[in-house]
Antibody, heavy 122, light 108 residues
Framework: QVQLVESGGGVVQPGGSLRLSCAAS????????MHWVRQAPGKGLEWVAF????????YYADSVKGRFTISRDNSKNTLYLQMNSLRAEDTAVYYC???????????????WGQGTLVTVSS | EIVLTQSPGTLSLSPGERATLSCRAS???????LAWYQQKPGQAPRLLIY???SRATGIPDRFSGSGSGTDFTLTISRLEPEDFAVYYC?????????FGGGTKVEIK
């Protein structure tokens, strides 16, 4: 069965950095696009970033463009989100989510991880 | 950016009743690229419907989706106790991908 397990969340000061990881299993990771989606405490869902199955194309929400970088290591079945210049408004649970196909950014999310909480606070 | 507006914000119903949730888009959603998710407290969202009307794997047939263009509906024919949750619509037809604000279905 498909499993996505996020890690790397925690408390960080404004302006700091954090790297999230998402370990995937139960499917051929290298064949599917992957997303990050976040949810601020008590709020709705916000799409953050997408990476193509081979890592050749990446897309970002305007709110994180230039500060966050999505990447993947298909040899390790792992997705990453490098977050720099963090702000209080980046505080959220971050979910990795699988796309149902490999390339197009426009996709729904057929499987989700359990999420990891990032808190940006001094 | 396509803005999705869900209504009502909260729906108070009893088990066995029918739930009708609405999602309205600020512009047409191309190719009916509209999905619905269910989220329970402390859990990740779960895919229910994609392509406006296709049920995801393992989703009971009491859940159905309909609509096109700018108006979409999620219907739960008879509410089971496990269906009380928050529901989000999501459009994936144009960038950026966006979500509605959610409808909470609570026990009356």
């Amino acid at each position: 069965q498909v499993q996505l397990v996020e890690s790397g969340g925690g408390v960080v000061q404004p302006g700091g950095s954090l790297r999230l990881s998402c370990a995937a299993s139960g499917f051929t990771f290298s064949s599917y696009g992957m997303h990050w989606v976040r949810q601020a405490p008590g709020k709705g869902l916000e799409w953050v970033a997408f990476i193509r199955y081979d890592g050749s194309n990446k897309y970002y929400a305007d709110s994180v463009k230039g500060r966050f970088t999505i990447s993947r290591d298909n040899s390790k079945n792992t997705l990453y989100l490098q977050m720099n210049s963090l702000r209080a408004e980046d505080t959220a649970v971050y979910y990795c989510a699988k796309a149902p196909y490999g390339s197009g950014m426009g996709s729904y999310f057929d499987y989700w991880g359990q999420g990891t909480l990032v808190t940006v606070s001094s | 950016e396509i803005v999705l507006t869900q209504s009502p914000g909260t729906l108070s119903l009893s088990p066995g009743e029918r739930a009708t949730l609405s999602c309205r888009a600020s512009q047409s959603v191309s190719s009916s690229y509209l999905a619905w998710y269910q989220q329970k407290p402390g859990q990740a969202p779960r895919l229910l419907i994609y392509g406006a009307s296709s049920r995801a794997t393992g989703i009971p047939d009491r859940f159905s989706g309909s609509g096109s263009g700018t108006d979409f509906t999620l219907t739960i024919s008879r509410l089971e106790p496990e269906d009380f949750a928050v529901y989000y619509c999501h459009q994936y037809g144009s960038s950026p991908l966006t979500f509605g604000g959610g409808t909470k279905v609570e026990i009356k």
